[in-house]
């Protein structure tokens, strides 16, 4: 059907020529080899942290472990100079927390400035939005100062209470609630509840699949993260699995497979949020057109 | 479009229900929920982010090493030091050149990513996936594999073994500025770590492109290819062109993870938050040039933004957003 109808009058824009049998087989050539190259370096992890040391540092380059070493899953955790259990675990609790309270904080900031009349409220938001000019990367060293003044260096509270107050995430969360259908609201209202009601009631459940784009860019954000925890971190039982793996660059000894091995296992969390929640994902990046 | 049908009939309803009663409860109460919603949120914001921003305005005017109550006003002296500083003015270089290299090349290859993915017929969402996967991973873990395994300076790196197979010699990807391959390196951790990201973007703008512009520029005899492509796809995705570029420059700006990770013991190409992390956080600990410098960079960073907006237009049709 579609093949024959370029052909017959006006050609129709997706399947002109190049939707053709040759100009198809090029496409996807091309998209393999890219896609191959993008997959790479997720092999090279998953070869490196099966190898041996030998293997890996030998003269032959081998694209398949000869003999693979199921046993190097657990060398991270047996490592003496590095706690990599207890960076994990201190990843993931800064993690969820920080996605927690990024949600909470910033989607109830976002509603306010969005649907309750206040005469000040376009003041707050301009208040707001000039943090969008003044990039976080920029304010570590006042964060750092301040943090430490209030003696939350190595604490979850210093690594997870300053990143909440994301002037960006509000932002998204005011423009999404601008275009959150009205009448919803109304017919809650009507039915006695008061804003803060409405929101949990009727503004939340209906907006679950916004709250879980953000969900998903705040976390992984959150797991990757690496400049702060590194300040905050001054202690290595407060390191976060990020600060972790870059100690071991630093290292002395270079031990190949327990790095990589490490590596994996960062990574593998995020890759089950990633392929899970990747709908959401995708979806809130094209919705909001940025990172939270 | 659809709404107005609804309207009609959902209006009359509730109309005539919340007249007076339950609007007049809520309208005396909406300062008290106002702060109710925001408050939270703004303290921390005044907390965390004005305080540290007012505080470092604050030191920058003061001698302040291993201390952050300083006593000794220097007015802008630290300000000369952080602007003669070669390092720190290195570090302004080092960033222009990387952005240089890396937005264009992001922009390019997330394009071209982009309108590959949308010309897929099968396997679409496969492909998608697989450039979108590395945003998954962190800049540390990427950083590692750069230089443990692909950029490695001996041979049994990839990039070693496979300018081996044509007898090129080892390469030490990383250990020398002169000939600067370390931005080869960098450049490339960076566009597979980003890339999928933006192509997402770029792809959301692709489906939005109306057809019928395809259908006119045909009529017109536009070829398909680079003819539809220069005259229809492009200008189609101006606006978000534009928000692409500017976050890429942002976030080049605020390069910090893989520099520091690939290159931690050298002394060439530190960007500028490298530079203020060492300033600040280095053996001297000295607040107050590091906060000059995190002024004068967040000063940089607004002007660079304002002028690309100017320059590109931004912000100009997002007021009906």
Not at chain 2, 76 to 98: A, R
Request: glycine share 8%; hydrophobic share 50%.
């Amino acid at each position: 059907m579609t093949t024959t109808a370029p052909e017959i009058g006006k050609k129709k824009p997706g399947s002109s020529k190049r939707g053709g049998v040759m100009g198809n087989t090029g496409l996807y050539i091309a998209t393999g080899v890219a896609g191959l190259l993008f997959l790479l370096p997720f092999y090279l992890i998953v070869r490196n942290s099966l190898m041996t040391d030998q293997e890996i540092t030998g003269e032959n380059w081998k694209w398949f472990p000869t003999d693979i070493q199921w046993g190097n899953i657990t060398e991270p955790f047996n490592d003496v100079t590095v706690d990599f259990a207890q960076s994990m675990w201190n990843s993931v609790v800064v993690a969820v927390l920080h996605t927690t309270g990024i949600l909470l904080v910033c989607s109830l900031a976002g509603y306010g400035l969005a649907r309750i009349p206040y005469k000040h409220a376009n003041k707050v938001f301009y208040l707001v939005l000039t943090t969008l000019m003044v990039p976080t990367a920029v304010t570590f060293v006042p964060s750092f100062v301040l943090v430490s003044s209030l003696g939350w260096v190595d604490s979850y509270r210093g690594l997870i209470i300053p990143g909440l107050f994301s002037g960006f995430t509000c932002f998204l969360f005011r423009q999404y609630f601008l275009g959150f259908p009205k009448e919803l609201e109304e017919a809650a209202r009507v039915d006695g509840l008061g804003y803060w009601g409405a929101y949990w009631r009727v503004v939340v459940p209906n907006s679950l699949n916004f709250f879980a784009a953000i969900a998903t860019i705040t976390f992984i954000n959150g797991w990757n993260s690496f400049l702060w925890p590194l300040v905050i971190g001054q202690d290595p039982s407060a390191w976060t699995v990020q600060v972790a793996l870059s100690s071991y660059m630093t290292n002395q000894t270079v031990n190949f497979h327990l790095i990589f091995m490490a590596t994996a296992i960062s990574i593998l969390p995020l890759v089950f949020v990633f392929l899970f929640l990747q709908r959401w994902l995708v979806q809130g990046i094209a919705q909001t057109g940025i990172k939270g | 479009m659809s709404t107005t049908t609804t309207r009609g009939v959902a209006q009359p309803a509730p109309a005539k229900v919340s007249k007076d009663r339950p609007r007049r409860g809520l309208r005396a109460s909406s300062t008290f929920n106002f702060w109710l919603f925001t408050g939270p949120f703004l303290i921390g914001l005044i907390v965390f982010v004005f305080v540290p921003i007012g505080w470092s305005i604050y030191l920058s005017f003061f001698e302040a090493r291993f201390t952050v109550t300083p006593s000794d006003f220097v007015g802008f002296e630290n300000y000369k030091q952080v602007l003669t500083d070669v390092d720190f003015l290195n570090s302004l270089v080092t960033f222009t050149v990387f952005a240089a290299f890396i937005v264009p090349a992001t922009w390019a290859l997330s394009l071209g990513l982009a309108l590959l993915v949308n010309r897929l017929r099968f396997m679409r969402a496969f492909f998608r996936s697989v450039f979108f996967l590395p945003t998954a991973v962190s800049y540390v873990a990427a950083s590692l594999i750069w230089k443990m395994s692909i950029f490695n300076g001996v041979r049994f790196g990839l990039a070693n073994t496979v300018i081996g197979w044509f007898g090129v010699d080892n390469i030490a990807w990383l250990a020398s500025p002169d000939p600067p391959w370390y931005w080869l390196v960098i450049v490339t951790v960076r566009l597979w770590l980003q890339s999928g990201f933006y192509m997402i973007l770029f792809i959301a703008a692709l489906q939005n492109i109306p057809r019928e512009l395809y259908e006119a520029a045909s009529i017109d005899g536009a070829k398909p290819g680079w003819q539809t492509f220069r005259y229809i796809t492009l200008p189609q995705l101006r606006a978000t062109s534009t928000a692409v570029i500017l976050l890429l420059l942002v976030a080049a700006y605020q390069a910090f993870d893989e520099f520091f990770n690939l290159l931690s013991k050298a002394t060439w190409g530190q960007p500028p938050l490298v530079e203020l992390y060492k300033m600040a956080l280095g053996e001297n600990q000295n607040y107050g040039a590091g906060s000059a410098g995190a002024v004068v960079l967040t000063m940089l960073i607004c002007v660079v933004t304002l002028l690309q907006g100017k320059i590109m237009g931004f912000g100009r049709g997002e007021e009906g957003k």
